[in-house]
């Protein structure tokens, strides 16, 4: 550790996409993570972990406006706000999610529909630093999944990285097959989640940084993805489905 620095430490979370359990996209998120962890010699600690939604009973939202009328998670208790609360405490997520039909695969789209209200009413996901990961098995349909997960979180997350590896021969050039050892077996595309892993760890870091040390906007400067203002929400009413001034239902 370079004893001239403060150190600074950070969580890394990896959330896996995925409906298959212990399958090529959760290891290549777990080998990012392991990455991200060997930094924590370096100028601060890590702490890891590690969430598959293979195991997690998540609902699709509906779009009932329930969490917009009354300010507050949705009211479906399913895991979804489970793996929130793991975002909320972490400094820096990688995603993962395998591509399918040449775009992402559905589970990390269902979760994220659910993230209405830390969108609007918080700032809570805002600033935390992401890194992107996809599995395939032609090769293609690969960026189209990585910007797909981009989207799902750049209104609040800061995206700093991407990688994406085969589970097939296709990785290297030959007719598709099953690779034995899965993706691991895909050198470049481990590498790549590596680096996903590094760079995550490397920008979470300067981030938190200069949080600790009083470096963020002005209130007044904080506004949500429309260029509304949190304080001013308080301020205001849903009257028949739009927002107004308090003053304004009164009379």
Request: net charge positive; with cysteine.
């Amino acid at each position: 550790m370079n004893k001239s620095t403060n150190p600074v430490n950070v969580k890394i979370l990896g959330i896996s996409g995925t409906p298959i359990k212990g399958g090529n996209c959760d290891t290549l998120v777990q080998e990012s993570l392991r990455v991200a962890k060997e930094l924590g010699n370096v100028t601060g600690g890590v702490e890891t972990e590690f969430i598959t939604l293979a195991d997690k009973d998540i609902a699709m939202c509906q779009h009932c406006q329930w969490c917009i009328e009354n300010r507050a998670p949705c009211k479906i208790k399913d895991d979804a706000q489970i793996v929130f609360s793991r975002i909320l405490e972490s400094d820096g997520i990688i995603l993962g999610a395998p591509t399918w039909v040449m775009t992402l695969a559905p589970p990390l789209t269902i979760l994220f529909s659910m993230v209405r209200y830390y969108t609007f009413f918080t700032r809570e996901f805002y600033n935390k630093v992401a890194g992107y990961l996809t599995v395939g098995f032609f090769g293609f349909g690969l960026e189209q999944a990585l910007d797909t997960m981009e989207n799902l979180t750049k209104a609040m997350m800061i995206p700093v990285a991407r990688g994406w590896a085969l589970a097939s021969t296709a990785a290297f050039g030959e007719r598709p097959k099953y690779l034995k050892e899965g993706v691991l077996e895909d050198k470049a595309g481990v590498l790549r989640a590596r680096n996903v892993g590094v760079r995550v760890v490397e920008v979470a870091r300067m981030i938190k940084y200069a949080t600790q040390h009083g470096i963020v906007l002005p209130e007044q400067y904080r506004a949500t993805p429309t260029g509304g203002h949190w304080e001013r929400s308080r301020e205001k009413v849903l009257v028949e489905g739009v927002w107004r001034e308090k003053e304004a239902k009164q009379r």
